[in-house]
């Protein structure tokens, strides 16, 4: 006997085309001009913060920084149709999903800073920067039964790398979701490169939405430079999330700046691949289409990033006078404090850490 | 009522189920099949399959899901089915679990109490019988946890249950069902870091947890010498003052371990007396654990793990140094 076990398809949306044209059969309702307008507002913050933050750690005041160029769509189109209560795991380049969720800009800058107390934030369900590659993903679906065990009616929403999808962590995560039907969404933010390694040495597979179906979820592709797609897209999934069908998302993007402030893409990629995507990135097309509708013009440009740059340099004020407290390593590792390290915590404080007294305060 | 260390384990957890609906169990054929060991034997048909939960053959999700049940407000028990075959989750501890707290400073605290067999003696296949408590007490903001008896098994995972820690609860295969002892009904909580005079003496100081301590208690009560027995019941973190005071007291200290020799949990507590008792000692402080390389095959066990003969042999030279 011969018979088919098995078939499957992974479909590929855009919306908003590199022109500025809206397929207007594929255009949610709810999508107004006033919402993209918002979106490119949101998209050209994400921009502006990420400049900030390569000029800073140029400058040795913050370190080592993941820039998110080229990726405001995949983040901005994702944060937008998240819905209050749904919790967000997410990586580390997630920059401006942060930004849409309401962390406050001063905490996010003194994360980047190097104090943890950035991530301190009381009440928050969304989770901060997980850096081990794809080791967070079985944190969403732990999160995601929760809900679902809760009866909350929220949805889990985590991103992943194109490398990241090589990780063990990544399919058991989502064989996971498949077996316990979790609310989850899973975005895979296809950058084309894992640091020095390009999308084809991650894996062999034709597109890497269809690793979903080896554990009987949806598989979906999305130009993720094309944030009205982005958002529509995520919007459907997390409608199938809470009816307990979790979905992975690959959106197609590209890293156009560096995977960190510590590494240089010169040596791995060329420039002619650089420009291609450079014309394809995700804000040009929304300014077009702004522009065809009278929506959007250089005063409106100029005044906006004035507007951000205000609100930066506040939080970046705010957040260089923040005083870290050293004793306060110590505390914040157990549920009470035992003898021995509090005995260590001891020495360390009466010791001055340590320190030349010239740079200790 | 009377029961083996399997039975009071199995009732901590039923308890702590029924005090709160927040406990869930996940694990490898912990559902229907009690586990391989049966110790949540019948939870799953009292509880049901959402809250005694079936998982796929995964330890690093296992883990990594109990962490994100946690952060979700669930307190999730996970059971690795052997401590060896814990490694493929091993990252999920030492990056996540361990880590979760002091990376949003108390905000988010990941409570879950990790359990899984260990150590040997019970001629099992390779990976059923490894010692791994020094691996996992290395890591600050991981709490090591492993009882001796049955009356502590239920006491400390209780306490585990009520604490906002990540916990790894180490159950020692060999004592399941060694012997069986009075087992109070009721919920009651042994504190942790705490650790336990089994008995007390005057000539020496054993410091031992797990498999070892019935088997030093035996050797000390057929030898007739007088001994302080420490069971350190947690080991990270190490109850020190415990162990300084046994150590002054005798002036002369033997650790004994099942699990490697090198770098092992004996090391640190030598360590700890040498730097703050070494003047208040008769004698240099003495070790017994396997020796340094991996747990072998079970038809060579019986010429790895510490014995009665080794035990004694050791007290008789501390004794006379």
Redesign the interface.
Known sequence: MLKKTFEGFVDYIQVLDEFGTVDKSLLPEDVTDSMILEMYKSMSKARALDAKALSLQRQGRIFTYPPLLGEEASQVGSAMAFRRGDIIVPNYRQHAVFMLRGLPLDRWFVSLRGFEDGAAINGAKDTPVSVPIGTHLPHAVGLAYAEKYKKSGNVVVSYIGDGGTSEGDFYEALNFAGVFKVPLVIIIVNNQWAISVPRRRQSAAQTLAQKAFAAGLKGVQVDGNDVVGMYKVVKDALSAAANNEPTVIECITYRLSMHTTADDPTKYRTDGEVKEWEAKEPLIRVRRYLTSRNLWDDSKEKDMQEEFKKEIDEALAKAEAFKPDPKSIFEHIYSFMPEVLKEEQDAAIAAGFWLDTSSHE | MQMNMVAAINNALSQCMEESDRV?LLGEDIGKDGGVFRVTDGLQAKFGE?RV?D??L?E??I????????????R?VPEIQFAGFMFLGF??LI??AARY?????????VPMVVRTPVSGGVRTLEHHSDSPEAYYSHI??L?VVEPSNPYDAKGLLIKSLH???PILFLEPTKIYRLFKQDVPDEMYEVPI?KASKVSDGAQLSVITYGTMVPLVKSVVQKKGVSADILDLRTIN?????AILETARKTGRVLIVHEAELSFGVGAEVAARIAEKAMYDLSAPIMRVASPSLPYPFPGYEQYYVPNELKISQAIDKLLSA
């Open positions: 869930v959402n939960i998982t796929p995964a690093s999700s883990l990594g899901m109990s962490i994100g049940m946690a952060l979700g407000g669930l999730p990252s999920q990056n996540h707290r002091s990376r949003t400073r108390s905000t988010k605290p600050g903001g709490v604490m906002e820690d870091g973190p190490l109850d020190e003052s």
